[in-house]
């Protein structure tokens, strides 16, 4: 049998380098968020961390081309979107899109380029939705496709990697018919865990690690405290350094109605959606806060304290140093194992200038509700 007649035939690895090489240099479809050709797993707390208003508001700038606030996309033209939604009340659902859509100044009858399935029961580790999915992202191409949210999904047990395994296939498949498209997964958190500010964002998502392991680009939306305006996203990129964010929505007193006879409250229109660099602490300051997301008695490696600082890995192993070297951490006697030190030789070590204020930080239990800065 000739080459030509095989049905699968893949290039050679030139040809392949030859291809990424000149294909046009588009590496982002949302700005610094949503890179081309990606799993983006987007989490935070149900209700609270306002997930699918966020990915909501992603679907309409990719589908119009047009940017709101720090929204950006990559092609200022409309792209095909899909968007399985699967939780939720549908007027509440149809209220909140209206309120986006009249905040983004966007007709809603110009949307055709997004395809919008609602509480249709998809499950994508049964093999006939598996099929029906992937092949209407081969026949629609669409630029991103969105998860919401994955608890409702699949009929898996969310703990078992094996029973997850048919989803990532179905991801991975996904991917591959969408030809350079984007998948946007959106994930619950562990009711404990979720709340505890000082746990690492990916361990906080609910169920196994099988859908965080795969991701790369982690959107962590967090929000500690109802009462507070604004929602920390971090970014964690596969390949890259982490980043930190205030997300600030703010709401107009322009009102969506709901009908008389429904239960649904009116829906306020959001008029922007601003994002704000965290801004970067002082050396002492930024070592006091670390400190008091510590455990005392818990041990720790290098790579777990970058993971419960959520700080550059460069800047970590400076901090690691430096309390290393002023006696407010210990070695356990393992390699690379350290905890916080029990004797007070730390005062002794500590410049005169934060002494005070870190050890006796160090003391503090964690606070677990406390929403970080």
Excluded at 62 to 72: E, H, N, Q, T
Excluded at 317 to 322: Q, S
Aim: glycine share 4%.
């Amino acid at each position: 049998m000739a080459l030509a007649d095989l049905e699968w035939l893949p290039p050679t690895l030139p040809e392949w380098l030859a291809s990424v090489e000149n294909a046009p240099a588009e590496d982002w479809l949302l700005d610094k968020l949503v890179p081309k050709d990606a799993f983006v797993l987007l989490s935070g707390q149900q209700k609270l961390a306002r997930k699918s208003l966020l990915a909501e508001a992603m679907m309409l700038v990719v589908a119009s081309g047009k940017p709101w606030d720090f929204l950006v996309p990559n092609k200022r033209e409309p792209q095909a979107v899909l968007y399985l939604q699967e939780e939720g009340s549908k007027r509440d659902t149809y209220l909140r899109l209206l309120a986006l859509c009249r905040g983004m100044g966007l007709p809603p009858n110009t949307l055709d380029s997004i395809r919008w399935s609602f509480r249709a029961c998809v499950k994508l580790d049964v093999r006939e939705w598996r099929d029906r999915v992937v092949a209407l992202i081969e026949e629609t191409k669409p630029a991103l496709i969105v998860f919401d949210s994955m608890f409702v999904l699949h009929t898996a047990d969310e703990n078992s990697s094996s029973e997850l395994k048919p989803v990532y296939e179905t991801f991975q498949a996904a991917r591959a018919a969408a030809d350079g498209g984007s998948i946007l997964y959106l994930a619950h958190l562990d009711k404990g865990r979720g709340m505890m500010s000082n746990v690492d964002h990916d361990l906080q998502v609910r169920g196994s690690s099988t859908m965080v392991n795969i991701y790369d680009v982690h959107l962590a939306a967090r929000r500690y405290k109802l009462e507070d305006d604004y929602v920390h996203l971090y970014t964690q990129y596969r390949d890259s350094e982490p980043a930190e964010f205030s997300l600030l929505w703010s709401f107009s007193n322009r009102l969506v109605k709901a009908p008389r006879d429904s239960d649904q409250r009116d829906r306020r229109v959001p008029e922007r959606i601003g994002l704000k660099t965290k801004e970067v602490l002082p050396e002492d300051e930024l070592m006091n806060r670390c400190i008091d997301k510590l455990e005392r008695g818990t041990e720790y490696r290098s790579d777990d304290l970058r993971k419960v600082w959520k700080i550059p890995a460069a800047k970590a192993m400076d901090l690691y140093a430096r309390l290393l070297e002023t006696g407010i951490l210990e070695r356990t006697g393992e390699d690379g194992i350290v905890r916080l030190a029990e004797s007070t030789e730390a005062e002794e070590n500590t410049p005169e200038e934060t002494r005070e204020g870190t050890l006796e930080q160090t003391n503090k239990p964690v606070d677990t509700t406390e929403t970080q800065a």
